[in-house]
């Protein structure tokens, strides 16, 4: 089982409800969020383009935090979710250094947190907080492995891309494009 | 002109606008333990030379330091931690793709080690000295029977240490500035310089602090070069490595870098040493408290700026 998630971007409107939606579900401290939209305007005026992405851990298959950090905590748990196991993190800030999403942070009570694709709600064959909220369902979460999962359809029939490929990281959120 | 304007919307502490989650704790640390690591590998290598009495400070009195500044050094490292309750579980685990776990591996083995070589000195200096219980004593005996084997070991780790201190960055891709292989030399270079400064500091005699002077001399010619490389390196890299090096190179981190680190911590003190080689009178103080500031000051630098620069997606 491969976890990975679809983000169309010609249907996102970055309403933020994907990151309410997890600040909720997740309990995220005040200040801080697993998850947050991104407005890439690219171009020569007049002529702009505007994409639009709700971006999170990448959960990528070949981490650098999970390979960095010195005593384990982060690691990757069923369906190659990247997660980190509160009481080993000793909080050395070597994981989030890594990252070249910067998608980790130092949680107030000393350990370092991040998405998890709402492992609690996927282990229960539920959707992540923010794919089932997202009002223009415009996300897409499911088993790469599966070839008739929605992710995997969606990612057959659209043209796609990740963020920073040439880092090597090997990401699992793909971008719809 | 073609514009890419980005907006996120994430504003986490210590992340954005952008990632300063190591604050001055890991530079000293780092500063530390290179310089305890030049200061180790002299006097081993001194010692297995059987110069101890040509070079009393290097084989010696700075003995009697270096554990002091691994301590000092482990316990800014432990200020660092965020979760220290749990600091302990890096010696539960073993994890060689870790820098960060293998450098606490090395540090439990080198700081015991440098005690070792404290406590084979603490008569020179303090006569009267005696061991509290009896295999203290037997201990003692074997360390000094075994001598040359333990400088050689400690040769080992030094080496090690002062090359960790600069894999320690250079093993994150994610930071474009740190992600060059020229880090674990270049610091392991700095950590000896600024070592052979600290000698020249504690020492007495005329002819270590010469010694000494012209050890530097080749350090920091040798750093020039690195330094240069990198930079090199950089620019004939990708974007993100050519950006990294503009901050160096016109960027915010110019000015400091090149007069501070460059000048007065480099190219300075090797004036002021090839001076006194070729017995020009100039007070040793001088070119080796500005070296152990420029060794400082590069880590504090390269510290700041490699989590400045970034991957821009």
């Given at each position: 089982?491969?976890?990975?998630?679809?983000?169309?971007?010609?249907?996102?409107?970055?309403c933020?409800?994907c990151v309410?939606?997890?600040?909720?579900?997740?309990?995220?401290?005040?200040g801080?969020?697993?998850d947050?939209?991104?407005?890439?305007?690219?171009?020569t005026?007049?002529?702009l383009?505007?994409?639009?992405?709700?971006?999170?851990?990448?959960?990528?298959?070949n981490s650098?935090?999970?390979?960095?950090?010195p005593?384990?905590?982060?690691?990757?748990?069923?369906g190659?979710?990247v997660?980190?196991?509160?009481?080993?993190?000793?909080?050395?800030?070597?994981?989030?250094t890594?990252?070249?999403?910067d998608a980790?942070?130092?949680?107030?009570?000393g350990?370092?947190d991040?998405?998890?694709?709402?492992?609690?709600?996927?282990?229960?064959?539920?959707?992540p907080a923010?794919?089932?909220?997202?009002?223009?369902?415009c996300?897409?979460?499911g088993?790469?492995?599966?070839?008739?999962?929605?992710?995997?359809l969606?990612?057959?029939?659209?043209?796609?891309?990740?963020l920073?490929p040439?880092?090597g990281?090997d990401?699992?959120?793909?971008y719809?494009? | 002109m073609?514009?890419?304007?980005?907006?996120?919307?994430?504003?986490?502490?210590?992340?954005?606008?952008?990632l300063?989650?190591?604050?001055?704790?890991?530079?000293?640390?780092?500063f530390?333990?290179?310089?305890a690591?030049?200061?180790?590998?002299?006097?081993a290598?001194?010692?297995?030379?059987g110069?101890?009495d040509?070079?009393?400070?290097?084989?010696?009195?700075?003995t009697?330091?270096?554990?002091?500044?691994l301590?000092?050094?482990l316990?800014?490292l432990?200020?660092?931690l965020?979760?220290?309750?749990?600091?302990?579980r890096?010696?539960?685990?073993?994890?060689?793709?870790?820098?960060?776990?293998?450098?606490a591996?090395?540090l439990?083995i080198?700081?015991?080690?440098?005690?070792?070589?404290?406590?084979l000195?603490?008569?020179?200096?303090?006569?009267?000295?005696?061991?509290?219980?009896k295999?203290?004593?037997?201990l003692?005996?074997f360390f000094?029977k075994?001598?040359?084997v333990?400088?050689?070991?400690?040769?080992?780790?030094a080496?090690?240490?002062?090359?960790?201190?600069g894999?320690?960055?250079s093993?994150?891709?994610?930071?474009p500035?740190?992600n060059?292989?020229?880090?674990?030399p270049?610091?392991?270079?700095?950590?000896?310089?600024?070592?052979?400064?600290?000698?020249?500091?504690?020492?007495?005699?005329?002819?270590?602090?010469?010694?000494f002077a012209k050890?530097?001399?080749?350090?920091i010619?040798?750093?020039l070069?690195?330094?240069?490389?990198?930079?090199m390196?950089?620019?004939?890299?990708t974007?993100?490595?050519i950006?990294a090096?503009r901050?160096f190179?016109?960027?915010?981190?110019t000015?400091?870098?090149?007069?501070?680190v460059?000048g007065?911590?480099?190219?300075?003190?090797?004036i002021?040493?090839?001076?006194?080689?070729?017995k020009?009178?100039?007070?040793a103080?001088?070119?080796?408290?500005?070296?152990?500031?420029?060794?400082?000051?590069?880590?504090?630098?390269?510290?700041?700026?490699?989590q400045?620069?970034?991957?821009?997606?």
């Amino acid at each position: 089982m491969r976890y990975a998630m679809a983000i169309d971007t010609k249907k996102c409107v970055g309403c933020s409800d994907c990151v309410v939606a997890c600040q909720t579900e997740n309990n995220v401290p005040i200040g801080y969020c697993r998850d947050w939209v991104t407005e890439i305007t690219d171009g020569t005026y007049p002529q702009l383009e505007l994409e639009i992405r709700s971006e999170r851990c990448n959960h990528c298959e070949n981490s650098p935090c999970v390979r960095c950090c010195p005593t384990g905590a982060s690691h990757y748990s069923d369906g190659g979710i990247v997660t980190v196991t509160h009481n080993k993190c000793i909080g050395c800030g070597a994981c989030i250094t890594s990252c070249p999403y910067d998608a980790r942070y130092s949680h107030p009570d000393g350990y370092v947190d991040k998405c998890t694709f709402c492992i609690h709600r996927t282990q229960k064959g539920l959707q992540p907080a923010c794919v089932s909220t997202c009002p223009t369902k415009c996300m897409y979460f499911g088993d790469l492995d599966d070839p008739k999962s929605e992710v995997s359809l969606v990612l057959k029939k659209r043209k796609w891309k990740t963020l920073i490929p040439e880092a090597g990281t090997d990401p699992h959120v793909y971008y719809l494009i | 002109m073609r514009e890419e304007i980005i907006v996120s919307g994430r504003m986490n502490p210590n992340i954005d606008p952008h990632l300063h989650i190591w604050h001055w704790q890991i530079p000293l640390y780092l500063f530390l333990g290179g310089l305890a690591a030049g200061l180790l590998f002299f006097a081993a290598y001194f010692i297995i030379q059987g110069k101890e009495d040509k070079y009393p400070a290097a084989t010696k009195l700075a003995t009697l330091v270096v554990p002091f500044l691994l301590i000092l050094g482990l316990f800014a490292l432990f200020l660092d931690l965020k979760h220290k309750l749990y600091f302990w579980r890096l010696y539960t685990t073993i994890r060689l793709e870790s820098p960060m776990g293998w450098g606490a591996w090395t540090l439990m083995i080198i700081t015991p080690i440098s005690m070792i070589w404290a406590a084979l000195n603490v008569r020179t200096f303090f006569p009267n000295w005696k061991w509290p219980f009896k295999f203290l004593d037997d201990l003692e005996s074997f360390f000094l029977k075994y001598k040359k084997v333990l400088a050689w070991v400690t040769i080992f780790y030094a080496l090690i240490l002062g090359v960790y201190t600069g894999i320690l960055f250079s093993a994150f891709n994610a930071r474009p500035l740190w992600n060059t292989s020229i880090l674990g030399p270049l610091f392991l270079v700095s950590g000896m310089s600024t070592a052979a400064a600290l000698i020249i500091l504690l020492s007495r005699s005329k002819e270590e602090r010469f010694m000494f002077a012209k050890i530097d001399l080749v350090l920091i010619g040798i750093e020039l070069f690195l330094i240069t490389h990198m930079f090199m390196g950089f620019l004939a890299s990708t974007q993100v490595q050519i950006e990294a090096a503009r901050l160096f190179l016109g960027g915010p981190y110019t000015a400091v870098f090149w007069v501070f680190v460059v000048g007065l911590g480099l190219v300075v003190p090797a004036i002021l040493e090839f001076f006194e080689i070729i017995k020009i009178k100039i007070p040793a103080v001088i070119p080796a408290i500005l070296v152990l500031i420029g060794g400082l000051l590069l880590r504090f630098i390269i510290a700041n700026a490699g989590q400045f620069s970034r991957w821009l997606y």
